[in-house]
């Protein structure tokens, strides 16, 4: 497995590499924007961990720019920047997991080891079907209507969930604990915002909508006239 860690700080660049060598993985390290984002643009890695406060390029616009060139390497921030509204921000742009500064190893170990679980697993299916809205789980690629929907690794994971469990509604904490390895808290919105974003992608440019909202309990997707 090969990862790639951008972070601007020194010590802390070179701590990651160090334990994450140890634990077997082979590390590329960039301490400046731009580099990682030549970086992971033109090399193959299994995970990137982007510092968010970056020289050059933050780690928004680089986690922008895969998103966008269609790159779903699965990516995990880990910043100082520690409020809510930046763990939205990481999310909505297409990061799998977010981590704040500072932090204990053997957690950051833990969780580089979960994402790269969820992207190298064998799918035992082929694929899922609702209505028009098909899953290939061996490409993680959806589509409606036979047009191709581009999601991220964790929207794919996200509508995943919600098609295996058809007709079922997810509370937060479900999703929250599925999708993300989190615990639910109560004050954020980032479950909300995330099937939102879904939604924009999966409903909004067609008649008919599959993901719905159950109000004070949670989301399913299935067909209208189920």
Request: aromatic share 6%.
């Amino acid at each position: 497995m090969k990862l790639l860690i951008v972070e601007d700080e020194i010590k802390t660049g070179e701590y990651l590499k160090q334990g994450l060598s140890e634990a077997g993985f082979i590390v590329d390290l960039s301490h400046n924007g731009l580099d990682g984002h030549h970086l992971a643009m033109t090399e193959r890695y299994d995970l990137l961990i982007l510092d968010v406060m970056l020289p050059g390029m933050d780690g928004w616009r680089i986690l922008k720019s895969l998103r966008e060139s269609n790159k779903e390497v699965p990516v995990l921030f880990l910043t100082a920047r520690d409020s809510i509204d930046d763990r939205v921000k990481g999310l909505e742009l297409g990061a799998d997991d977010y981590l704040v500064k500072p932090f204990v190893f053997a957690e950051l170990l833990a969780r580089v080891r979960t994402l790269l679980r969820r992207s190298t697993s064998p799918a035992k299916e082929l694929g899922l079907k609702v209505a028009d809205l098909e899953l290939d789980l061996a490409r993680h690629r959806a589509s409606r209507n036979g047009k191709r929907i581009h999601l991220t690794a964790k929207e794919f994971s996200l509508l995943e969930l919600l098609v295996r469990r058809q007709g079922e509604v997810l509370p937060r904490s479900l999703i929250a604990s599925q999708v993300w390895d989190m615990n639910f808290d109560s004050d954020t919105n980032v479950i909300d915002v995330a099937i939102r974003r879904l939604r924009g992608k999966i409903d909004d440019n067609f008649e008919i909508k599959l993901i719905q909202t159950v109000r004070g309990m949670g989301y399913m997707i299935d067909t209208p006239d189920s």
